[in-house]
């Protein structure tokens, strides 16, 4: 079985992942299963950056195939913002709660009709010899004024999909997955994923 190298310790981003390759022959690791993994430092301007710098160092480390998704939060009324910010957006890295208050209070005298966002994701796969291929995916919607839900993680439980009614977070991880730009990009990923491991038989 071919061993995929997941590049985050986001243990909701691996088991969605985890879903998606689910009947794919691949087995899917992530950095909590390696002696010492080197610190990424993210300091990309695009979330392709980001993904790119993350898989190929991973690569290069660990001598396997890897997988990182640079991914974050589009809104229109802050000019892009949080983008590339989203997982230290209120300054501590991966505190949702304070990421999720800080969005409130900077979008609080913000009409509802001028909430539109995104969800952006970049999936970067790379080889252990520098070579690498990108995916995107994204999704659109509108920016509540208070958390739903209580599944997902990051701006899930703020963040309405229009399609369905519901928050990110209210949505079951099938739904989510097929809808989100995680979800998305990994598609895009999955025959070149395939391909490889047939290839390993």
């Known amino acids: 079985m071919m061993k995929l190298l997941v590049a985050t310790g986001n243990q909701g981003k691996l088991k969605e992942i985890r879903h998606l390759l689910n009947d794919s022959g691949i087995e899917v690791v992530g950095l909590d299963q390696l002696d010492n993994p080197p610190e990424v430092v993210e300091d990309g301007v695009t979330f392709e950056e980001n993904a790119r710098k993350k898989a190929l160092q991973m690569a290069v480390f660990s001598d396997c195939v890897t997988l990182a998704d640079d991914s974050g939060l589009v809104v229109?009324?802050?000019?892009?913002?949080?983008?590339?910010?989203?997982?230290?957006?209120?300054?501590?890295?991966?505190?949702?709660?304070?990421?999720?208050?800080?969005?409130?209070?900077?979008?609080?005298?913000?009409?509802?009709?001028?909430?539109?966002?995104?969800?952006?994701?970049?999936?970067?796969?790379?080889?252990?010899?520098?070579?690498?291929?990108?995916?995107?995916?994204q999704v659109a919607g509108l920016i509540m004024r208070g958390e739903r839900g209580d599944g997902g993680f990051g701006y899930d439980p703020l963040f309405m999909v229009p399609e369905y009614g519901k928050a990110m977070a209210e949505l079951s991880l099938e739904i989510k997955n097929r809808i989100s730009h995680r979800g998305t990009a990994l598609r895009k990923a999955i025959p070149v994923l395939q391909g490889l491991a047939q290839q390993a038989g």
Request: glycine share 10%; with cysteine; net charge negative.
């Open 76 to 137: 229109d009324a802050l000019d892009g913002a949080p983008g590339v910010h989203s997982a230290r957006y209120a300054g501590e890295q991966g505190n949702d709660a304070a990421n999720n208050a800080k969005l409130l209070t900077d979008l609080a005298d913000v009409a509802d009709e001028r909430r539109q966002a995104a969800f952006h994701c970049v999936i970067a796969l790379a080889w252990p010899d520098g070579r690498c291929e990108t995916f995107f995916g």
